[in-house]
Every structure is written in structure tokens, then in C-alpha cells.
């Protein structure tokens, strides 16, 4: 992977699939690099690429992957983290437990362009203009 791709990289971590694919196909439109995974801890145990940025949803379900997120910050400080989040206690202890190290926090519902402009902000990417926002 190039310099220039990797920093148009995003992991996106969702369990549920219509979620991830929403997301992944804003991004994509946005002219990111995108690579899915339904949880932190099976992305980890297959691939140990870096991505600059990871949006990952922390509903009640996932709420056992807030140590594999925390680990994989320690590892990379440097990657941000924008987590969507549905009430759950998992966003609330994330920025408990590591404050400075969720860049944004969206609450279900949000809106894809929203998502996009903030992707953008964290990443100092400007799309180019492939998505309407």
C-alpha cells in the first residue's frame, strides 16, 4: 500500500452489516480506502495493517470489544478513533478510561455526510468533491 493510500485508509468496525456497509459506501464515494471488519478483535487476529483512522460503532453488543480498541490505541497512538455510539456505557468508558483518544463521537442517528466532514476534519483529507456534504 502507497504512502498516499495509507492515509486515505479507514478501518470501519461495526457487527451490524447494513451499518458497515452505509458507512463504507460513503467513504468509498469520498474516495477513502476502506477495509470492514465485525469486530476489533477479528481484524487484529487477521491483519496487522495500521489505519490512520478507525470508526467503530460501540452499541451494547460490542460492548466487550473497548479492550481490543484500547490496545490496538496504545499500540498505534497516532490512529483516530471516531466511535458511534447508542447510549451504550462502552463510549462512556472509552473516553473514562482514554479521554484524548476518541477524535469524535457520533449518537445513532447521524448523517453520513456529517460522518464524512468529520473523516475529513481528523484526517486533514479534502474529498474531492465525490460526495455532496
Not at 442517528?109 to 481528523?122: M, S
Request: charge should be negative; aromatic fraction near 6%; hydrophobic fraction near 40%.
Amino acid at each position: 500500500m502507497s504512502e498516499e493510500q495509507q492515509q486515505r485508509s479507514i478501518l470501519v468496525v461495526a457487527d451490524d452489516p447494513s451499518l458497515r456497509m452505509s458507512v463504507r459506501l460513503a467513504m468509498e464515494e469520498a474516495g477513502y480506502e476502506v477495509q470492514e471488519a465485525q469486530t476489533v478483535k477479528e481484524f487484529c487476529a487477521a491483519h496487522r495493517e495500521f489505519y490512520p483512522l478507525m470508526i467503530v460503532d460501540l452499541s451494547k453488543s460490542q460492548e466487550g470489544e473497548l479492550d481490543a480498541i484500547l490496545t490496538v490505541k496504545i499500540e498505534h497512538s497516532e490512529m483516530k478513533i471516531i466511535a458511534i455510539g447508542s447510549g451504550s456505557r462502552s463510549v462512556n468508558r472509552l473516553f473514562e478510561e482514554s479521554p484524548a483518544r476518541v477524535a469524535r463521537t457520533f449518537w445513532k442517528p447521524f448523517e453520513l455526510g456529517d460522518l464524512v466532514k468529520a473523516v475529513e476534519k481528523e484526517l486533514s483529507i479534502t474529498a474531492r468533491g465525490l460526495i455532496n456534504v
